[in-house]
């Protein structure tokens, strides 16, 4: 509760400063900003569950846990975003400002106990995500990104709200405890699978989960890289997070229902994200698919919903995070140095001779590939494999095999980014990254080996 | 005695009474010299009728969005009033709860002033901004070239707009 109180007061901070001469000033303060939220988070650790604003949202373990992910992550993505200050043309005070609002949407939709504050939190985020989709304004892809992603999210959003009508009108309450309640008692209205659908497609359409994915790949591509990342990680984090607290808080009772529904539609994620990905010729459009593939297993934990669902969602969206921060991080610097001829190039090619050119940079990629595959070793396994452990535990094997051949599938076009940057000549000149910005790699790489090889460290602590 | 509706048959007339002595009080003291661009719906100089599909000063939205902000904050008044006034609420708190509203309230009024103060040091409330940004461009081809090339294809690309605007329907 205490970050959301202060990362909206500080957001204002951080939009007033842009009145300051020197733009200096901006990274250092959010970063500290977010900082100091990190520690206002962690206060209310192992207090058991508190709930605040008269059951609007609710603090525990595992949304603190899920909170602290989301704002590393968005520290890691806000420490690279050094560029800002050598464009003319970008704000940096909006764009802080803009992310430190939507992560306020994140931690609503981490630990809503109210349908309402899910969309509220869910609006925050969307809105400040069209808003930094489209902050490139002189780009013409950026802006077709942020008004599909804007037309599209306005739609699945209207889908969520009617959903939300649908469930008050079948339990009388906004509350999961209330609609838990109502289930409780057994013969449960039709409005209540309709809502509950509306509900399910809305927040599947945020998480980009098949037939409600095709917004993801131009929306990733066309926004500018740093935002991407910021997507890719904080929006799929939170939604996971507001999906499964909406599942196994209210709708355990009829899991019969919704399983089966889950089920295909992982299936169908699985499947479209994994084998179009193989067909990619950017990286940013390969990294979009690999997010919807991802998408579809962190969705496995949730179909199986096990005791152990919540232990490998938070640990997968962890491994999924930091990876996925590392690959775009590396991405940046490349894109940059090759824009010089005109259009960014975010093809594989701009991989080539990565390996001689910097070394640094070629490890954190390998490092953050092998994890997003799922190669023994580093966090990305991991994940996997709680995620496919709560499958066997309920016994949905055909999901499982499904699963296990599409990331057979993944390693072929993650490993192809491997094979460019250590097999094949590159003809670009020296590649230079600043301290900082190789720390937060850094420092990501030795997240990922370390949750790879001890991942007890992790789930011991939730 | 009146029933609820009554009370709000009384708010109708109440109403339209109240709008006449507006209307009826301007008329008597205002001057009565009209014409047509004053008696065109818009007085920002909008066109009310004609084809959809024209470019809007994009200044509009601005202030209109600033407009709804400030209409969503008096709608919030409202309830806030009714709950701000309640006496038992002030007497069993000993007059603290009086306190603790307002105070709420100026957080929120707070914050919707800091974003107009925003708008306002950025320049957005200006009709007129004050400072076009002209992005500077020192090109190395001597601006007689870019003459003499658009006077030896001004005939043709005359020729070439008219086939256009001949071939619009």
């Known amino acids: ?462 | 005695m009146l029933t609820d509706f009554g009370i709000i048959l009384l708010f109708i007339i109440a109403g339209f009474a109240l709008l006449g002595v507006v209307l009826g009080v301007g008329r008597l003291l205002r001057p009565d010299n009209p014409n047509p661009e004053k008696n065109s719906t818009y007085e920002s100089g909008e066109d009310p009728v004609g084809n959809a599909n024209v470019q809007f000063n994009v200044r509009f939205y601005v202030v209109a969005l600033i407009f709804v902000l400030f209409e969503v904050e008096l709608v919030f008044l409202f309830p806030w009033a009714v709950v701000f006034g309640r006496e038992d609420l002030i007497a069993q708190t000993e007059g603290r709860w009086g306190w603790f509203a307002l105070a709420e309230m100026t957080v929120f009024v707070g914050i919707l002033a800091l974003g107009l103060a925003y708008a306002w040091a950025k320049g957005y409330l200006d009709w007129v901004k004050p400072k076009p940004h002209v992005s500077q461009f020192d090109s190395p081809v001597p601006s007689e070239l870019y003459e003499q090339l658009n006077e030896r294809y001004a005939g043709k690309a005359g020729k070439g707009m008219e086939e256009k605007s001949n071939q619009l329907p």
């Not at chain 1, 610097?333 to 050119?357: H, I, Q, S, W």
């Not at chain 1, 490993?415 to 250590?422: E, G, K, L, S």
């Open chain 1, 1 to 462: 509760m205490y970050p959301i109180i202060l990362l909206s007061f500080l957001g204002i901070v951080v939009l007033f400063l842009g009145f300051a001469k020197s733009k200096a000033i901006l990274l250092p303060a959010t970063l500290l900003f977010l900082a100091v939220a990190l520690v206002g988070n962690f206060v209310e650790w192992n207090q058991g569950t508190i709930i605040y604003f008269y059951n609007m949202l609710a603090v525990n373990n595992l949304t603190l846990a899920f909170n602290g992910i989301v704002l590393v992550s968005a520290f890691m993505i806000v420490a690279m975003t050094r560029g800002f200050q050598d464009d003319d043309e970008a704000q940096p005070a909006e764009y802080y400002a803009i992310m430190l609002f939507s992560l306020v949407g994140a931690f609503m939709m981490i630990g809503f106990e109210n349908l309402i504050m899910l969309f509220l939190g869910l609006e925050i985020l969307s809105v400040a995500m069209y808003v930094l989709t489209g902050s490139d304004k002189r780009n013409l892809r950026s802006n077709e990104a942020a008004l599909k992603y804007f037309l599209m999210g306005a739609f699945a959003t209207g889908i969520l709200l009617f959903g939300i009508a649908l469930l008050y009108g079948a339990t009388g309450s906004f509350t999961l405890t209330g609609i838990q309640a109502y289930i409780g008692q057994g013969n449960p209205s039709y409005l209540l699978y309709g809502g509950l659908l509306l509900v399910l497609i809305g927040m599947l359409f945020k998480v980009s989960a098949a037939p409600f994915h095709f917004w993801t790949p131009d929306v990733y591509e066309g926004a500018p890289t740093i935002f991407t990342a910021f997507m890719a990680t904080i929006v799929k984090t939170a939604g996971f997070a507001a999906l499964f607290r909406l599942l196994s808080h209210s709708f355990t009772g009829i899991y019969d229902y919704w399983w089966i529904t889950l089920a295909v539609i992982t299936v169908l994620t699985l499947l479209v994200g994994n084998i179009i990905a193989v067909y990619q010729d950017s990286f940013k459009r390969m990294l979009a698919y690999s997010s919807i593939s991802h998408a579809g297993y962190l969705l496995i934990a949730l179909t199986a919903m096990t005791p152990q669902t919540e232990n490998s969602i938070l640990f997968y969206s962890m491994a999924y995070s930091v990876a996925t921060i590392c690959a775009f991080g590396v991405l940046i610097p490349l894109a940059r140095e090759k824009a010089m001829t005109g259009k960014p190039r975010e093809t594989y090619e701009a991989f080539n001779g990565l390996a001689r050119n910097n070394p640094l940079l070629a490890f954190v990629l390998t490092v953050s590939m092998l994890s997003l595959a799922g190669i023994p070793l580093t966090a990305g396994f991991w994940g996997k494999f709680f995620v496919f452990g709560s499958a066997a535990e309920r016994g949905i094997i055909w999901l499982l095999v499904v699963a296990i051949l599409m990331s057979a599938v993944g390693i072929y076009y993650y490993f192809r980014v491997i094979m460019a940057a250590y097999m094949k000549e590159g003809d670009t000149a020296e590649i230079r990254v600043a301290p900082f910005y190789k720390i937060v790699l850094v420092t990501a790489t030795i997240i990922t080996l370390l949750f790879g090889i001890a991942p007890g460290l992790f789930t011991g602590l939730v």
